[in-house]
């Protein structure tokens, strides 16, 4: 069983055999719901791209905890040169790190350094998708046909990457069971509303919307 906790923004924490984090933007999240330096055990700390609501605390907690950094090339090369232990990897590739599988898979968007992706975290026998930053494009029909997620994180905030009705239309593309909206109402500039989100998922997906620091298990 998998203990699946949404943060807040794009932040998860995923508690299975391992404990993985994926984009722990804590500190200046006002919606954060949990404090960066309370972290005290992760085994991988994943990140989609270099921007700071998505790199966060990452490099801070592997330092503290010991874990892994999977992350683009580029932002793992930086991690390594900060003394963390990381694996570098790019879009289309696969690694292993602590137990788990990182798939990483395209997303349409910007970054720092290195591309934006999403990725495809497989642990104790189930799939989790975390889109990232992306707009609505055929390639995330792809990581449907081709993963089949349990459990998928999309963002719907609009403005940076999806809103409400294409992320609908991207949920028909991912053909995923469950799916948890993210990446909105954490600034004014992406006030989103995750029930139209949900009205336009309709039988598609199970929707979850979830506070920040609500678990679900899967
Ligand atoms: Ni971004
Ligand atoms: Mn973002």
Do not use: C, W
């Not at 807040?8 to 933007?25: E, L, M, W, Y």
């Not at 090369?77 to 879009?91: F, K, R, V, W, Y």
């Not at 495809?120 to 055929?138: N, P």
């Not at 609908?168 to 992406?190: D, Q, R, S, W």
């Amino acid at each position: 069983m998998l203990e699946v906790t949404y943060l807040g923004h794009s932040a998860v924490r995923i508690k299975g055999s391992k404990i993985v984090f994926i984009d722990p933007f804590l500190t200046g999240n006002p919606k954060a719901a949990l404090a960066a330096d309370k972290i005290t055990a992760a085994d991988v700390v994943v990140v989609t791209h270099d921007h700071g609501d998505h790199l966060g605390d990452a490099f801070p907690i592997a330092k503290r905890t010991g874990a892994v950094v999977v992350a683009m090339h580029e932002i793992a090369i930086d991690a390594e040169s900060h003394g963390l232990t990381a694996q570098p990897m790019n879009i289309g590739g696969t690694v292993e790190a602590r137990g788990i599988r990182v798939h990483m898979v395209p997303a349409l968007h910007s970054a720092g350094r290195g591309n934006p992706a999403g990725v495809v975290i497989e642990i104790d026998g189930k799939k989790i998708y975390h889109a990232g930053d992306t707009g609505l494009t055929y390639d995330l029909k792809l990581v449907g046909e081709y993963f089949h997620p349990d459990l998928s994180f999309i963002p719907i905030g609009d403005r940076y990457t999806m809103g409400p009705a294409s992320a609908a239309k991207a949920v028909e593309f991912i053909k995923t069971k469950k799916v948890v909206p993210i990446h909105y109402g954490t600034f004014p500039l992406i006030a989103a509303d995750p029930e139209e989100f949900k009205k336009n998922v309709g039988a598609a997906a199970e929707v979850l919307i979830l506070k920040p620091g609500e678990t679900i298990h899967l």
